[in-house]
T-cell receptor, first 112, second 115 residues
Framework: AQRVTQPEKLLSVFKGAPVELKCNYS??????LFWYVQYSRQRLQLLLR??SRESIKGFTADLNKGETSFHLKKPFAQEEDSAMYYC??????????????FGTGTKLQVIP | GAVVSQHPSRVICKSGTSVKIECRSL??????MFWYRQFPKQSLMLMAT?????????EQGVEKDKFLINHASLTLSTLTVTSAHPEDSSFYIC???????????FGPGTRLTVT
């Protein structure tokens, strides 16, 4: 079974402060991890994925297999970062297509 | 970027009627599409995986006779909520899986209200 845990429902930080959104996962195989973001009244969109190892909008996330974590970080929060963030895990199953399991989401609120 | 549309964006129906929601990938072909349900202030729950040309794969606890899925072409999947009840009121979101980028692209969602 695959499971994604985001312990914080709401994270409030001041503008310019560092941000860390926590994500832990459970998966028996080798997972692919993602962070999705949903801005107010917009559709869900991919923010970044661990295999890309890139920084998007200043956000980075490192897969730590030992701690089964994929925390999302940004050194200096901006007001436009306020949104709902979902951590997601992809595992393969028979047929080859990917089943994605989402965490419960963390609402990031950046206070001006 | 890839675009996925859903129609309608909002629908209100009476209890006992059926509602069809369409999900289209506008600029790429998708052999696999996913249907999710999202309750207020909760995460997305995968309902089923829609496979072009074959039967959908439903997640545990999802009634396949109630939520009919048809993936008739490489750009269209439909979700029909049959004999809808107020408890089916929710936000339904589809996504299309793009093989070339190994990425899911999400539709804007459909708000279903059953009165």
């Amino acid at each position: 079974a695959q499971r994604v845990t985001q312990p914080e429902k709401l994270l409030s930080v001041f503008k310019g402060a560092p941000v860390e959104l926590k994500c832990n996962y459970s998966y028996s195989g080798s997972p692919e991890l993602f962070w999705y973001v949903q801005y107010s009244r917009q559709r869900l969109q991919l923010l970044l994925r661990h295999i890309s190892r890139e920084s998007i909008k200043g956000f980075t996330a490192d897969l730590n297999k030992g701690e089964t974590s994929f925390h999302l970080k940004k050194p200096f929060a901006q007001e436009e970062d306020s949104a709902m963030y979902y951590c997601a895990l992809s595992g393969f199953r028979s047929g080859g297509y990917q089943k994605v399991t989402f965490g419960t989401g963390t609402k990031l609120q950046v206070i001006p | 970027g890839a675009v996925v549309s859903q129609h309608p964006s909002r629908v209100i129906c009476k209890s006992g009627t059926s509602v069809k929601i369409e999900c289209r990938s506008l600029d790429f072909q998708a052999t696999t599409m996913f249907w999710y349900r999202q309750f207020p202030k909760q995460s997305l729950m995968l309902m089923a995986t829609s496979n072009e040309g074959s039967k959908a794969t439903y997640e545990q606890g999802v009634e396949k006779d109630k939520f009919l899925i048809n993936h008739a072409s490489l750009t269209l999947s439909t979700l029909t909520v049959t004999s809808a009840h107020p408890e089916d009121s929710s936000f339904y979101i589809c996504s299309a899986y793009r093989d070339t980028t190994y990425e899911q692209y999400f539709g804007p969602g459909t708000r279903l209200t059953v009165t």
